[in-house]
């Protein structure tokens, strides 16, 4: 039997929060419309977060409202407090993503927040989550290294990620935010999480910062994992996370697993397109190195 495996398409969110320029919310609604279109089943579509820490995201209520949520895809949004998930819940959103980090310092960072707040402030969201039919994802941040602190000892990642998942996140996504990692690190670390929370709830997100994403993501796939998050063109980065640079990109993270035999429901050619047009918009070259090859063939 075919082995699947889901992709969670964080383009919209994690590839456009980083951009300089002020993309307009009718480009945002197309590219996520256009991603809709090809087979992709989970688009993770923009952040209630603060507009003064993500201005690119500010728009995050007219992008949800102006989508056309194609039925079977699920369009989860990232909230960092109950502000955004009542901000979440008001734009009509179905699932909310929750996020918190191994590292103090990146947390800090990031959300303003120890990793103890974090968690306290995500308990009344899964709460409310559950008591009106949200599903809820949760990233744990800087699993192979963080920007400020420098290494991060596994068991770190371990206790953030199983904490998460016993509040109730029904997925928690390993996040190696800095793209500093190397495959049997990557291993190793997924191995250790994965003796703490279920391997069929677990998914990785690695950042291709060292040209190690694609070997990272089969070495994890070779681990057991089934869920990978990557952006279409390879878009991304976090602000708060110098030196980061673009997720995996989708197009080369669907052509490995097809020439592995596994299936993702994607439609190649319609994404690499997708990736073609999000180029020309933002005025640069894909990070895709798949659309580059078919670009020069
Ligand atoms: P803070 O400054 O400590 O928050 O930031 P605060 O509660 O003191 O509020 C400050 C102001 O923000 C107030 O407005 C609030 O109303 C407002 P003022 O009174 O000054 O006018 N505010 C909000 N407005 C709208 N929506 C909200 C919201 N919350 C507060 N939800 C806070 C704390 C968490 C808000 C801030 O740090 C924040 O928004 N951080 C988000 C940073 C972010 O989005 N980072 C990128 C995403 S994470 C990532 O990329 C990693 C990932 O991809 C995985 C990986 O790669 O590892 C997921
Ligand atoms: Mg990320």
């Known amino acids: ?55 690119q995201l500010a728009d995050a209520a007219e992008v949800f409202a102006g989508i056309t949520r194609k039925p079977g895809v699920s369009y989860p949004v990232l909230v960092p407090n109950e502000q955004g998930f009542d ?3 008001a734009a009509g959103a179905t699932e909310v993503a929750v996020f918190s980090a191994a590292s103090e310092a990146f947390n800090k960072k990031n959300i303003n927040a120890s990793i103890d707040e974090s968690i306290e402030r995500f308990k009344p969201i899964l709460l409310r989550a559950a008591s009106s039919g949200v599903k809820v994802r949760g990233y744990v941040s800087t699993v192979l290294g963080c920007p400020y602190q420098g290494d991060v000892p596994v068991a770190d990642v371990v206790r953030v990620a199983r904490r998460m998942h016993d509040l109730g996140c029904y997925e928690i996504s390993l996040g190696d935010t800095i793209g ?4 049997v690190k990557a291993r190793d670390m997924l191995r250790a999480v ?71 429901g994607v439609d190649l050619a319609q994404l690499i397109d997708t990736g073609r047009w999000l180029s020309a918009l933002l005025g640069r070259a894909s990070g895709s190195k798949v659309t580059i090859a078919s670009d020069n063939a």
Request: hydrophobic fraction near 40%; proline fraction near 5%.
């Open 87 to 89: 901000r979440a819940l």
């Open 194 to 264: 994965a003796d703490a929370v279920p391997m069929s709830a677990l998914a990785v997100h690695f950042h291709d910062t060292r040209g190690q994403a694609l070997a990272n993501i089969l070495a994890c796939l070779e681990e057991g994992v089934r869920v990978v998050d990557s952006a279409v063109s390879g878009t991304g980065g976090c602000p708060y996370a110098h030196g980061a640079s673009g997720n995996v990109a989708t197009e080369d993270v669907v052509y490995m697993l097809e020439g592995m035999g596994m299936d993702t």
């Open 180 to 183: 500093i990692g190397t495959p």
């Open 1 to 55: 039997m075919t082995e699947h495996v889901r992709i969670v398409e964080v383009g919209p969110r994690d590839g456009l929060q980083n951009e300089k320029s002020i993309i307009a919310a009718r480009d945002k609604i197309e590219l996520i419309n256009r991603l809709s279109e090809t087979g992709l089943a989970c688009i993770e579509a923009t952040s209630f977060v603060s507009p003064k820490w993500i201005p």
